[in-house]
Protein backbone atom coordinates (compact mmCIF):
# COMPACT_ATOMS: atom_id res chain seq x y z
CA UNK A 1 0.00 0.00 0.00
CA UNK A 2 1.71 3.52 -1.06
CA UNK A 3 1.68 6.18 1.46
CA UNK A 4 -1.36 8.27 1.57
CA UNK A 5 -0.82 12.12 1.18
CA UNK A 6 -0.95 13.93 4.79
CA UNK A 7 -3.74 15.78 3.98
CA UNK A 8 -6.18 12.51 3.64
CA UNK A 9 -5.55 12.23 7.14
CA UNK A 10 -8.61 12.95 10.08
CA UNK A 11 -7.52 12.75 13.83
CA UNK A 12 -9.75 11.70 16.89
CA UNK A 13 -9.00 11.74 20.11
CA UNK A 14 -9.73 11.80 23.73
CA UNK A 15 -7.23 14.73 25.34
CA UNK A 16 -4.66 11.64 26.25
CA UNK A 17 -3.68 11.01 23.05
CA UNK A 18 -4.92 10.70 19.18
CA UNK A 19 -5.04 8.59 16.34
CA UNK A 20 -4.81 9.41 12.59
CA UNK A 21 -7.60 8.02 10.64
CA UNK A 22 -7.15 7.96 6.77
CA UNK A 23 -9.73 8.25 3.98
CA UNK A 24 -8.96 4.81 3.20
CA UNK A 25 -10.12 3.37 6.96
CA UNK A 26 -6.90 2.98 8.29
CA UNK A 27 -5.35 4.27 11.03
CA UNK A 28 -1.75 4.74 10.88
CA UNK A 29 -0.89 6.37 14.03
CA UNK A 30 -1.77 5.81 17.22
CA UNK A 31 0.37 6.08 20.69
CA UNK A 32 -0.85 4.34 23.41
CA UNK A 33 -2.14 5.83 26.32
CA UNK A 34 0.17 9.29 25.81
CA UNK A 35 0.91 11.77 23.24
CA UNK A 36 4.32 10.97 23.62
CA UNK A 37 4.27 7.31 24.17
CA UNK A 38 5.13 5.07 21.80
CA UNK A 39 3.33 3.93 18.78
CA UNK A 40 1.35 1.15 18.52
CA UNK A 41 0.09 2.08 14.57
CA UNK A 42 2.93 3.84 12.83
CA UNK A 43 2.30 2.61 9.27
CA UNK A 44 2.32 6.99 8.32
CA UNK A 45 6.09 6.62 9.13
CA UNK A 46 6.97 2.95 7.64
CA UNK A 47 4.05 1.06 5.50
CA UNK A 48 5.66 -2.21 6.03
CA UNK A 49 6.65 -2.28 9.67
CA UNK A 50 4.81 0.47 11.20
CA UNK A 51 1.57 -1.21 11.72
CA UNK A 52 -2.15 -0.52 11.17
CA UNK A 53 -5.72 -0.98 11.70
CA UNK A 54 -7.47 -0.90 8.83
CA UNK A 55 -11.68 -0.89 8.15
CA UNK A 56 -12.57 -0.47 4.88
CA UNK A 57 -14.18 -1.38 1.36
CA UNK A 58 -11.37 -2.37 -1.39
CA UNK A 59 -14.23 -3.01 -4.52
CA UNK A 60 -13.22 -2.26 -7.66
CA UNK A 61 -13.82 1.98 -8.62
CA UNK A 62 -14.97 2.66 -4.51
CA UNK A 63 -15.09 6.50 -3.89
CA UNK A 64 -14.06 7.87 -0.47
CA UNK A 65 -15.34 10.75 1.45
CA UNK A 66 -14.69 11.98 4.99
CA UNK A 67 -16.36 14.40 7.63
CA UNK A 68 -17.12 14.95 10.64
CA UNK A 69 -20.53 14.55 12.74
CA UNK A 70 -21.38 18.12 13.18
CA UNK A 71 -19.93 20.11 16.23
CA UNK A 72 -17.73 17.17 17.27
CA UNK A 73 -14.17 15.23 16.64
CA UNK A 74 -16.29 11.77 15.76
CA UNK A 75 -14.84 11.14 12.63
CA UNK A 76 -17.20 9.34 9.49
CA UNK A 77 -15.24 7.76 6.62
CA UNK A 78 -18.18 6.87 3.66
CA UNK A 79 -16.83 3.68 1.24
CA UNK A 80 -19.10 4.86 -1.84
CA UNK A 81 -19.83 1.56 -4.62
CA UNK A 82 -21.63 1.32 -7.48
CA UNK A 83 -24.31 -1.03 -5.37
CA UNK A 84 -23.62 -0.08 -1.85
CA UNK A 85 -22.56 2.46 0.59
CA UNK A 86 -21.15 1.77 3.86
CA UNK A 87 -20.28 4.69 6.78
CA UNK A 88 -17.04 3.62 9.27
CA UNK A 89 -17.45 6.08 12.27
CA UNK A 90 -14.54 6.23 14.51
CA UNK A 91 -13.95 8.10 18.31
CA UNK A 92 -12.38 7.57 21.22
CA UNK A 93 -14.70 8.51 24.17
CA UNK A 94 -14.50 11.84 26.07
CA UNK A 95 -16.19 13.57 28.72
CA UNK A 96 -16.01 10.90 31.64
CA UNK A 97 -14.80 10.53 35.45
CA UNK A 98 -11.48 10.73 35.11
CA UNK A 99 -10.64 7.11 36.07
CA UNK A 100 -12.73 5.51 33.63
CA UNK A 101 -11.04 2.73 31.76
CA UNK A 102 -13.41 3.99 28.54
CA UNK A 103 -10.09 6.32 28.01
CA UNK A 104 -8.26 3.28 27.25
CA UNK A 105 -10.70 2.05 24.28
CA UNK A 106 -10.88 3.13 20.16
CA UNK A 107 -14.35 2.49 18.69
CA UNK A 108 -14.57 1.49 15.47
CA UNK A 109 -18.04 1.04 13.94
CA UNK A 110 -18.51 -0.02 10.34
CA UNK A 111 -22.52 0.37 9.19
CA UNK A 112 -23.83 -0.62 5.71
CA UNK A 113 -26.14 2.37 4.46
CA UNK A 114 -27.03 0.85 1.27
CA UNK A 115 -27.05 -2.38 -1.03
CA UNK A 116 -24.69 -4.63 0.17
CA UNK A 117 -21.13 -3.98 0.57
CA UNK A 118 -18.33 -6.51 1.21
CA UNK A 119 -15.35 -4.99 3.96
CA UNK A 120 -12.19 -6.49 4.84
CA UNK A 121 -10.32 -5.54 8.11
CA UNK A 122 -6.61 -6.12 9.02
CA UNK A 123 -4.89 -4.66 12.58
CA UNK A 124 -1.32 -5.46 12.76
CA UNK A 125 0.10 -3.76 15.81
CA UNK A 126 3.59 -2.90 16.25
CA UNK A 127 4.44 -2.04 19.38
CA UNK A 128 6.67 0.11 20.81
CA UNK A 129 7.71 2.11 17.40
CA UNK A 130 7.64 -1.68 15.89
CA UNK A 131 10.88 -2.43 17.93
CA UNK A 132 9.38 -4.78 20.13
CA UNK A 133 7.66 -8.54 19.47
CA UNK A 134 4.39 -9.78 20.75
CA UNK A 135 2.18 -12.55 20.96
CA UNK A 136 -1.03 -12.98 19.14
CA UNK A 137 -3.57 -15.30 20.50
CA UNK A 138 -7.35 -15.47 18.69
CA UNK A 139 -10.69 -16.35 20.28
CA UNK A 140 -14.22 -15.86 20.11
CA UNK A 141 -14.24 -12.49 21.41
CA UNK A 142 -11.80 -11.39 18.98
CA UNK A 143 -7.71 -10.97 19.48
CA UNK A 144 -5.18 -10.49 22.01
CA UNK A 145 -1.77 -8.63 21.62
CA UNK A 146 0.43 -9.78 24.01
CA UNK A 147 3.78 -7.94 24.89
CA UNK A 148 5.87 -8.04 28.23
CA UNK A 149 4.59 -4.45 29.03
CA UNK A 150 1.12 -4.13 27.49
CA UNK A 151 -1.62 -6.33 26.17
CA UNK A 152 -4.41 -4.95 23.81
CA UNK A 153 -7.14 -6.52 23.00
CA UNK A 154 -9.51 -6.52 19.88
CA UNK A 155 -12.98 -7.05 20.61
CA UNK A 156 -15.41 -8.11 18.14
CA UNK A 157 -17.99 -10.10 16.72
CA UNK A 158 -16.64 -10.83 13.25
CA UNK A 159 -14.07 -14.56 13.11
CA UNK A 160 -11.10 -13.41 12.57
CA UNK A 161 -8.03 -14.63 10.89
CA UNK A 162 -3.84 -15.07 11.70
CA UNK A 163 -2.26 -12.87 9.00
CA UNK A 164 1.50 -14.28 9.51
CA UNK A 165 2.88 -11.33 10.68
CA UNK A 166 1.55 -10.70 14.08
CA UNK A 167 -1.74 -9.19 12.87
CA UNK A 168 -5.15 -10.39 12.26
CA UNK A 169 -7.22 -10.40 9.02
CA UNK A 170 -11.13 -10.78 8.22
CA UNK A 171 -13.42 -10.23 5.42
CA UNK A 172 -16.98 -10.06 5.84
CA UNK A 173 -20.30 -8.75 4.29
CA UNK A 174 -22.84 -6.36 5.58
CA UNK A 175 -26.25 -5.91 4.34
CA UNK A 176 -28.78 -2.68 4.37
CA UNK A 177 -28.88 -1.85 7.72
CA UNK A 178 -26.47 -4.40 9.45
CA UNK A 179 -23.36 -2.92 11.11
CA UNK A 180 -20.52 -4.58 13.13
CA UNK A 181 -18.18 -2.93 16.21
CA UNK A 182 -14.41 -3.15 16.56
CA UNK A 183 -13.22 -1.95 20.06
CA UNK A 184 -9.49 -2.15 20.39
CA UNK A 185 -8.34 -1.70 24.34
CA UNK A 186 -5.96 -2.14 26.69
CA UNK A 187 -6.38 -5.77 28.32
CA UNK A 188 -5.04 -5.82 32.25
CA UNK A 189 -4.49 -9.74 32.73
CA UNK A 190 -5.81 -10.86 36.17
CA UNK A 191 -2.71 -12.42 36.85
CA UNK A 192 -0.92 -8.96 37.47
CA UNK A 193 -3.97 -7.86 39.36
CA UNK A 194 -5.83 -10.27 41.24
CA UNK A 195 -2.54 -12.90 41.89
CA UNK A 196 -5.12 -15.42 39.93
CA UNK A 197 -4.47 -17.50 36.60
CA UNK A 198 -4.46 -15.57 33.46
CA UNK A 199 -7.35 -14.44 31.35
CA UNK A 200 -6.34 -14.58 28.07
CA UNK A 201 -9.59 -13.79 26.08
CA UNK A 202 -10.39 -11.13 24.57
CA UNK A 203 -13.11 -9.03 26.93
CA UNK A 204 -16.91 -9.58 25.40
CA UNK A 205 -18.00 -7.08 22.50
CA UNK A 206 -19.99 -3.98 23.36
CA UNK A 207 -23.75 -4.69 21.88
CA UNK A 208 -24.57 -2.61 19.14
CA UNK A 209 -27.01 -0.61 21.79
CA UNK A 210 -23.93 -0.21 23.85
CA UNK A 211 -21.63 0.53 21.34
CA UNK A 212 -24.11 3.43 20.14
CA UNK A 213 -25.11 5.04 23.60
CA UNK A 214 -21.29 5.41 23.91
CA UNK A 215 -21.34 7.21 20.58
CA UNK A 216 -24.03 9.48 21.51
CA UNK A 217 -22.88 10.26 24.51
CA UNK A 218 -19.66 11.12 23.05
CA UNK A 219 -21.02 13.15 20.47
CA UNK A 220 -23.01 15.45 23.41
CA UNK A 221 -19.98 15.88 24.90
CA UNK A 222 -18.47 17.57 22.05
CA UNK A 223 -21.60 19.43 21.34
CA UNK A 224 -22.19 21.03 24.87
CA UNK A 225 -17.91 21.57 25.11
CA UNK A 226 -18.50 23.88 21.72
CA UNK A 227 -21.36 25.32 22.58
CA UNK A 228 -19.69 27.97 24.80
CA UNK A 229 -17.45 29.20 21.94
CA UNK A 230 -18.42 32.87 22.14
CA UNK A 231 -17.25 33.59 18.18
CA UNK A 232 -20.26 33.98 15.64
CA UNK A 233 -18.43 35.75 13.13
CA UNK A 234 -18.11 34.95 9.42
CA UNK A 235 -16.12 31.98 9.51
CA UNK A 236 -17.74 30.38 12.16
CA UNK A 237 -17.31 26.53 11.06
CA UNK A 238 -13.66 26.85 10.12
CA UNK A 239 -13.52 28.70 13.67
CA UNK A 240 -15.24 25.96 15.33
CA UNK A 241 -12.93 22.86 13.85
CA UNK A 242 -9.59 24.75 14.82
CA UNK A 243 -11.14 25.05 18.48
CA UNK A 244 -11.93 21.22 18.50
CA UNK A 245 -8.39 20.30 17.16
CA UNK A 246 -6.70 22.57 19.72
CA UNK A 247 -8.95 20.85 22.63
CA UNK A 248 -8.00 17.70 21.13
CA UNK A 249 -4.43 18.43 21.49
CA UNK A 250 -4.68 19.45 25.04
CA UNK A 251 -3.45 17.11 27.95
CA UNK A 252 -6.76 16.83 30.42
CA UNK A 253 -4.67 15.25 33.26
CA UNK A 254 -2.38 17.97 33.42
CA UNK A 255 -3.38 21.19 31.15
CA UNK A 256 -0.53 20.74 29.01
CA UNK A 257 -0.89 21.72 24.98
CA UNK A 258 1.19 20.08 22.45
CA UNK A 259 2.73 21.45 19.40
CA UNK A 260 1.53 18.38 17.03
CA UNK A 261 0.72 14.63 17.77
CA UNK A 262 3.15 13.22 15.16
CA UNK A 263 6.70 12.62 14.90
CA UNK A 264 9.19 13.29 11.99
CA UNK A 265 6.31 14.15 9.24
CA UNK A 266 9.19 15.64 6.90
CA UNK A 267 8.52 19.69 6.20
CA UNK A 268 10.83 18.25 2.86
CA UNK A 269 10.16 15.18 1.37
CA UNK A 270 13.25 12.84 1.33
CA UNK A 271 14.98 15.53 3.79
CA UNK A 272 16.44 15.68 7.23
CA UNK A 273 13.68 18.45 8.82
CA UNK A 274 11.66 15.61 10.71
CA UNK A 275 11.55 16.46 14.01
CA UNK A 276 8.96 15.49 17.43
CA UNK A 277 6.18 17.77 17.92
CA UNK A 278 4.71 15.98 20.43
CA UNK A 279 5.20 18.36 23.20
CA UNK A 280 4.32 20.94 24.73
CA UNK A 281 6.55 24.27 23.59
CA UNK A 282 5.90 27.20 26.14
CA UNK A 283 5.82 29.76 23.10
CA UNK A 284 2.89 27.22 21.05
CA UNK A 285 0.99 27.06 24.69
CA UNK A 286 1.01 30.17 25.58
CA UNK A 287 -0.29 31.80 21.74
CA UNK A 288 -2.96 28.85 21.97
CA UNK A 289 -4.33 30.23 25.39
CA UNK A 290 -4.59 33.74 23.40
CA UNK A 291 -6.47 32.13 21.12
CA UNK A 292 -8.97 30.14 23.47
CA UNK A 293 -9.63 32.87 25.44
CA UNK A 294 -10.70 35.29 22.14
CA UNK A 295 -13.24 32.65 21.85
CA UNK A 296 -14.56 32.52 25.27
CA UNK A 297 -12.80 28.95 26.53
CA UNK A 298 -12.01 29.92 29.85
CA UNK A 299 -10.84 26.63 31.59
CA UNK A 300 -8.54 25.53 29.04
CA UNK A 301 -6.49 28.61 29.34
CA UNK A 302 -6.65 27.98 33.30
CA UNK A 303 -5.80 24.69 33.00
CA UNK A 304 -2.73 25.30 31.13
CA UNK A 305 -1.79 28.57 33.75
CA UNK A 306 -2.11 25.44 36.28
CA UNK A 307 0.13 23.24 34.74
CA UNK A 308 2.90 25.67 34.39
CA UNK A 309 2.92 26.42 37.95
CA UNK A 310 2.29 22.94 39.20
CA UNK A 311 4.40 20.88 36.71
CA UNK A 312 6.48 23.24 34.60
CA UNK A 313 7.69 25.57 37.27
CA UNK A 314 9.60 22.50 39.20
CA UNK A 315 12.32 22.68 36.34
CA UNK A 316 12.44 26.44 36.33
CA UNK A 317 15.81 27.45 37.56
CA UNK A 318 15.43 31.56 38.36
CA UNK A 319 19.57 32.08 38.04
CA UNK A 320 19.39 30.20 34.60
CA UNK A 321 17.28 30.44 31.27
CA UNK A 322 14.03 28.48 31.13
CA UNK A 323 13.31 25.03 29.40
CA UNK A 324 11.83 25.98 25.92
CA UNK A 325 9.80 22.72 25.98
CA UNK A 326 8.81 19.91 28.03
CA UNK A 327 6.62 16.90 28.32
CA UNK A 328 3.01 16.78 28.99
CA UNK A 329 4.17 15.77 32.77
CA UNK A 330 5.97 18.99 33.20
CA UNK A 331 9.15 16.98 32.70
CA UNK A 332 11.89 18.26 30.29
CA UNK A 333 14.32 15.50 30.25
CA UNK A 334 13.39 14.36 26.25
CA UNK A 335 16.49 13.64 24.72
CA UNK A 336 16.75 12.79 21.04
CA UNK A 337 17.40 9.92 19.20
CA UNK A 338 16.30 8.55 15.87
CA UNK A 339 14.50 5.10 15.17
CA UNK A 340 16.66 4.08 12.70
CA UNK A 341 14.82 0.71 11.48
CA UNK A 342 11.47 3.17 10.05
CA UNK A 343 12.18 4.46 6.38
CA UNK A 344 10.02 7.24 7.34
CA UNK A 345 7.18 9.02 5.38
CA UNK A 346 7.63 8.30 1.80
CA UNK A 347 11.28 7.52 2.82
CA UNK A 348 11.69 10.61 4.91
CA UNK A 349 14.71 9.96 7.10
CA UNK A 350 15.64 9.86 9.79
CA UNK A 351 12.10 9.29 12.06
CA UNK A 352 13.17 11.30 15.49
CA UNK A 353 11.83 11.01 19.02
CA UNK A 354 12.66 13.29 21.70
CA UNK A 355 13.74 16.70 20.87
CA UNK A 356 17.13 18.32 21.17
CA UNK A 357 15.82 21.85 20.99
CA UNK A 358 15.34 21.82 24.47
CA UNK A 359 18.37 22.93 25.95
CA UNK A 360 18.28 25.90 23.42
CA UNK A 361 18.52 29.19 24.44
CA UNK A 362 15.19 31.09 22.92
CA UNK A 363 14.66 34.28 24.45
CA UNK A 364 11.08 34.46 23.15
CA UNK A 365 9.40 32.01 25.20
CA UNK A 366 9.47 35.12 27.92
CA UNK A 367 7.70 37.37 25.67
CA UNK A 368 4.61 34.96 25.07
CA UNK A 369 4.45 33.13 28.73
CA UNK A 370 3.94 36.89 29.98
CA UNK A 371 1.49 37.66 27.45
CA UNK A 372 -0.46 34.83 28.43
CA UNK A 373 -0.36 35.52 32.20
CA UNK A 374 -1.39 39.09 31.17
CA UNK A 375 -4.80 37.92 29.58
CA UNK A 376 -5.05 34.86 32.08
CA UNK A 377 -5.22 37.93 34.80
CA UNK A 378 -7.45 39.42 32.90
CA UNK A 379 -10.09 37.51 31.86
CA UNK A 380 -9.48 34.05 34.16
CA UNK A 381 -8.60 34.78 37.67
CA UNK A 382 -5.90 37.11 39.21
CA UNK A 383 -2.49 36.20 39.52
CA UNK A 384 -1.10 34.63 43.04
CA UNK A 385 1.34 36.56 44.81
CA UNK A 386 3.37 33.33 45.04
CA UNK A 387 3.01 32.96 41.28
CA UNK A 388 4.15 36.74 41.35
CA UNK A 389 7.24 36.42 43.22
CA UNK A 390 8.22 33.90 40.51
CA UNK A 391 7.77 36.28 37.57
CA UNK A 392 9.42 38.88 39.23
CA UNK A 393 12.57 36.58 39.78
CA UNK A 394 12.41 36.03 35.87
CA UNK A 395 11.71 39.95 34.79
CA UNK A 396 15.12 40.54 37.07
CA UNK A 397 16.93 37.52 35.16
CA UNK A 398 15.72 39.00 31.77
CA UNK A 399 16.85 42.44 32.03
CA UNK A 400 20.65 41.06 32.70
CA UNK A 401 20.13 38.38 29.96
CA UNK A 402 17.65 39.67 26.92
CA UNK A 403 20.73 41.19 24.84
CA UNK A 404 22.18 37.71 24.93
CA UNK A 405 22.32 35.70 20.80
CA UNK A 406 19.72 32.89 20.92
CA UNK A 407 18.51 29.98 18.45
CA UNK A 408 15.09 32.03 18.07
CA UNK A 409 11.93 31.10 17.12
CA UNK A 410 12.62 28.45 14.33
CA UNK A 411 15.40 27.00 16.47
CA UNK A 412 18.60 26.71 14.46
CA UNK A 413 20.60 24.18 14.42
CA UNK A 414 23.58 25.85 13.36
CA UNK A 415 24.37 29.08 15.88
CA UNK A 416 22.97 31.51 17.55
CA UNK A 417 22.17 35.32 16.25
CA UNK A 418 20.20 38.72 17.79
CA UNK A 419 17.53 37.25 16.37
CA UNK A 420 14.99 40.94 15.81
CA UNK A 421 11.95 38.56 16.80
CA UNK A 422 13.29 37.37 20.20
CA UNK A 423 13.93 40.99 21.14
CA UNK A 424 10.43 42.17 20.00
CA UNK A 425 9.11 39.18 22.81
CA UNK A 426 11.68 40.16 25.17
CA UNK A 427 10.14 43.59 24.89
CA UNK A 428 6.71 41.49 25.48
CA UNK A 429 7.79 40.30 28.27
CA UNK A 430 8.91 43.39 29.98
CA UNK A 431 6.50 45.37 28.81
CA UNK A 432 3.66 42.88 30.49
CA UNK A 433 5.38 42.30 33.46
CA UNK A 434 4.98 46.33 34.31
CA UNK A 435 1.47 46.54 32.98
CA UNK A 436 0.66 43.63 35.48
CA UNK A 437 2.77 45.51 38.37
CA UNK A 438 0.72 48.82 37.53
CA UNK A 439 -2.78 46.60 37.24
CA UNK A 440 -2.32 44.98 40.52
CA UNK A 441 -0.09 47.23 42.56
CA UNK A 442 2.32 44.55 42.82
CA UNK A 443 5.83 45.51 44.00
CA UNK A 444 8.17 45.30 41.14
CA UNK A 445 11.51 46.78 39.86
CA UNK A 446 9.53 49.36 37.37
CA UNK A 447 12.33 51.66 36.89
CA UNK A 448 14.36 48.74 35.82
CA UNK A 449 12.32 47.05 33.64
CA UNK A 450 10.95 50.06 31.71
CA UNK A 451 14.73 50.86 31.18
CA UNK A 452 15.32 47.58 29.96
CA UNK A 453 12.01 48.10 27.74
CA UNK A 454 13.63 51.11 26.30
CA UNK A 455 16.75 49.83 25.96
CA UNK A 456 15.54 47.01 23.70
CA UNK A 457 13.13 49.21 21.87
CA UNK A 458 15.73 51.46 20.60
CA UNK A 459 18.17 48.79 19.98
CA UNK A 460 15.36 46.84 17.37
CA UNK A 461 14.88 50.18 15.69
CA UNK A 462 18.28 51.03 15.31
CA UNK A 463 19.87 47.75 14.85
CA UNK A 464 16.98 45.35 13.39
CA UNK A 465 15.98 47.70 10.51
CA UNK A 466 18.04 47.55 7.46
CA UNK A 467 18.25 50.52 5.51
CA UNK A 468 19.13 48.53 2.42
CA UNK A 469 16.32 46.41 2.22
CA UNK A 470 14.28 49.42 4.11
CA UNK A 471 12.70 46.52 5.98
CA UNK A 472 13.23 44.87 9.44
CA UNK A 473 15.59 41.94 8.80
CA UNK A 474 16.10 38.46 10.51
CA UNK A 475 18.48 39.24 13.10
CA UNK A 476 21.47 41.94 13.52
CA UNK A 477 22.93 42.25 10.52
CA UNK A 478 21.01 40.58 8.02
CA UNK A 479 19.84 41.34 4.57
CA UNK A 480 17.16 38.11 4.79
CA UNK A 481 13.38 38.99 5.54
CA UNK A 482 11.80 36.79 8.07
CA UNK A 483 7.44 36.22 8.35
CA UNK A 484 7.70 36.24 12.70
CA UNK A 485 8.47 39.98 12.06
CA UNK A 486 4.70 40.12 11.42
CA UNK A 487 4.15 39.32 14.85
CA UNK A 488 4.89 43.26 16.21
CA UNK A 489 1.84 45.06 15.39
CA UNK A 490 0.14 41.66 16.86
CA UNK A 491 1.68 42.32 20.46
CA UNK A 492 1.48 46.12 20.48
CA UNK A 493 5.40 46.90 19.56
CA UNK A 494 4.56 49.05 16.61
CA UNK A 495 1.46 50.57 15.08
CA UNK A 496 -0.08 48.53 12.33
CA UNK A 497 0.09 52.28 10.07
CA UNK A 498 3.91 53.00 11.39
CA UNK A 499 5.99 53.49 7.87
CA UNK A 500 8.67 50.81 9.30
CA UNK A 501 5.88 48.27 9.51
CA UNK A 502 3.93 48.97 6.33
CA UNK A 503 7.22 48.97 4.49
CA UNK A 504 8.25 45.47 6.44
CA UNK A 505 4.94 44.10 5.28
CA UNK A 506 4.97 45.35 1.70
CA UNK A 507 8.55 43.62 1.58
CA UNK A 508 7.15 40.24 2.90
CA UNK A 509 4.26 40.13 -0.11
CA UNK A 510 6.58 40.44 -2.94
CA UNK A 511 7.08 36.93 -4.53
CA UNK A 512 10.81 35.15 -3.23
CA UNK A 513 12.34 35.76 -7.00
CA UNK A 514 11.87 40.06 -6.14
CA UNK A 515 13.30 38.62 -2.46
CA UNK A 516 9.98 38.36 -0.53
CA UNK A 517 8.03 35.87 1.29
CA UNK A 518 5.27 35.35 -0.60
CA UNK A 519 3.85 32.69 -2.66
CA UNK A 520 0.02 32.59 -3.72
CA UNK A 521 -0.89 33.72 -0.84
CA UNK A 522 1.42 31.29 1.23
CA UNK A 523 4.55 32.66 3.52
CA UNK A 524 7.59 31.12 3.90
CA UNK A 525 9.46 31.53 7.18
CA UNK A 526 12.72 33.03 5.35
CA UNK A 527 14.16 33.47 2.33
CA UNK A 528 13.81 29.53 0.52
CA UNK A 529 17.22 30.29 -0.31
CA UNK A 530 20.18 30.24 0.77
CA UNK A 531 19.02 28.25 3.66
CA UNK A 532 20.13 30.20 6.49
CA UNK A 533 19.33 27.86 9.08
CA UNK A 534 21.94 25.22 7.76
CA UNK A 535 19.49 22.32 6.69
CA UNK A 536 19.35 20.71 3.15
CA UNK A 537 16.23 21.31 0.94
CA UNK A 538 13.63 23.59 0.23
CA UNK A 539 10.42 23.84 2.74
CA UNK A 540 7.30 24.64 2.32
CA UNK A 541 5.30 27.59 3.38
CA UNK A 542 4.49 28.07 6.90
CA UNK A 543 0.80 28.51 7.53
CA UNK A 544 1.25 29.81 10.74
CA UNK A 545 2.68 33.05 9.07
CA UNK A 546 -0.04 32.85 6.24
CA UNK A 547 -2.39 33.84 9.12
CA UNK A 548 -0.38 36.36 10.88
CA UNK A 549 0.33 38.19 7.52
CA UNK A 550 -4.02 38.18 7.25
CA UNK A 551 -3.69 39.60 10.80
CA UNK A 552 -0.70 42.41 10.27
CA UNK A 553 -3.03 43.18 7.43
CA UNK A 554 -6.21 43.31 9.02
CA UNK A 555 -4.60 45.47 11.69
CA UNK A 556 -2.97 47.78 8.89
CA UNK A 557 -6.42 48.07 6.92
CA UNK A 558 -7.48 50.63 9.80
CA UNK A 559 -5.84 52.86 8.39
CA UNK A 560 -5.18 51.90 4.96
CA UNK A 561 -8.49 50.34 3.83
CA UNK A 562 -6.72 48.72 0.70
CA UNK A 563 -4.94 47.02 3.19
CA UNK A 564 -8.09 45.22 4.94
CA UNK A 565 -9.40 44.29 1.30
CA UNK A 566 -6.33 42.40 0.81
CA UNK A 567 -6.50 40.72 4.19
CA UNK A 568 -10.06 39.54 3.39
CA UNK A 569 -8.97 38.06 0.03
CA UNK A 570 -6.06 36.30 1.42
CA UNK A 571 -7.92 34.76 4.28
CA UNK A 572 -10.05 33.23 1.78
CA UNK A 573 -6.86 31.81 -0.32
CA UNK A 574 -5.26 30.60 2.92
CA UNK A 575 -8.42 28.72 3.81
CA UNK A 576 -8.62 27.01 0.74
CA UNK A 577 -5.47 25.32 1.45
CA UNK A 578 -6.90 23.26 4.87
CA UNK A 579 -8.01 19.57 4.26
CA UNK A 580 -11.07 18.03 3.51
CA UNK A 581 -12.01 18.65 7.08
CA UNK A 582 -10.84 21.63 7.57
CA UNK A 583 -7.51 20.81 9.58
CA UNK A 584 -3.59 22.03 8.82
CA UNK A 585 -0.48 20.91 8.63
CA UNK A 586 2.54 22.68 9.65
CA UNK A 587 3.18 23.95 5.86
CA UNK A 588 1.88 23.66 2.24
CA UNK A 589 4.44 22.31 -0.54
CA UNK A 590 3.97 23.93 -3.78
CA UNK A 591 0.95 21.68 -5.15
CA UNK A 592 -0.66 22.64 -2.16
CA UNK A 593 0.03 19.33 -0.49
CA UNK A 594 0.44 19.51 3.67
CA UNK A 595 3.79 19.23 5.05
CA UNK A 596 5.31 18.79 8.06
CA UNK A 597 3.61 17.88 11.89
CA UNK A 598 -0.26 17.23 11.39
CA UNK A 599 -2.56 18.80 12.72
CA UNK A 600 -0.95 21.39 14.00
CA UNK A 601 -1.68 23.86 16.81
CA UNK A 602 0.16 27.05 15.58
CA UNK A 603 -2.22 27.19 12.47
CA UNK A 604 -5.33 26.55 14.08
CA UNK A 605 -4.56 29.25 17.05
CA UNK A 606 -3.12 31.83 14.37
CA UNK A 607 -6.51 31.18 12.19
CA UNK A 608 -8.44 31.67 15.08
CA UNK A 609 -6.77 35.07 15.58
CA UNK A 610 -6.70 36.01 11.94
CA UNK A 611 -10.55 35.27 11.97
CA UNK A 612 -11.26 37.01 14.95
CA UNK A 613 -9.58 40.18 14.56
CA UNK A 614 -10.81 40.57 10.73
CA UNK A 615 -14.13 39.92 11.94
CA UNK A 616 -13.93 42.57 14.10
CA UNK A 617 -12.67 45.19 11.64
CA UNK A 618 -14.71 44.39 8.83
CA UNK A 619 -17.91 45.09 11.43
CA UNK A 620 -16.32 48.59 12.98
Known sequence: MPYQPIENYGI???????????????????????????????????????????????AKGVRHKQFYWPSTNVLVTRFLLTDGIAELADFMPAGLP?????????????????????????????????????????????????????????????????????????????AEGESQVFVLREKVLREEVLQEPADKAAPVPP???????????????????????????????????????????????????????????????????????????????????????????????????RWIQESAARHIDPKKAGPVVFTIHGDNELPEHTLDHWEGYCGSAPVRIGNGAVSQLQDDIYGEIMDAVYLSNKYVSPTSYDIWVKIRNRMDWLCENWSLPDAGIWEMRNGVQHFVYSKIMSWVALDRGIRLADKRAL???????????????????????????????QYYGSEDLDASLLIMPLVFFMAP????????????????????LVSDSLVYRYPPQPRIDGLPGEEGTFNMCSFWLVEALTRAGQTFPEKLDQARLLFERVLGYANHLGLYAEQTGPQGEALGNFPQAFTHLALISAAFNLDRMLDS
Open 12 to 58: IGNMRTVALVGMNGSIDWYCYPNFDSPSIFGAILDDKKGGRFQISSE
Open 98 to 174: AESPEYHHVYRRIHCVRGEVRISIACRPAFDYGRTQHETVIDSNGAIFKTDDLTLALSTKVPLNHDGEGGVSAEFVL
Open 207 to 305: TEKEAKELLQATVRFWQKWLSACTYRGRWRDQVLRSALTLKLLTFEPTGAIIAAPTTSLPEVLGGTRNWDYRYTWIRDAAFTVYAFLRIGFKEEAAAFM
Open 443 to 473: PANRERWKQERDRIYEEVMTKGWNEKRHAFT
Open 497 to 516: SDPRMIATIDAILKNPKEGG
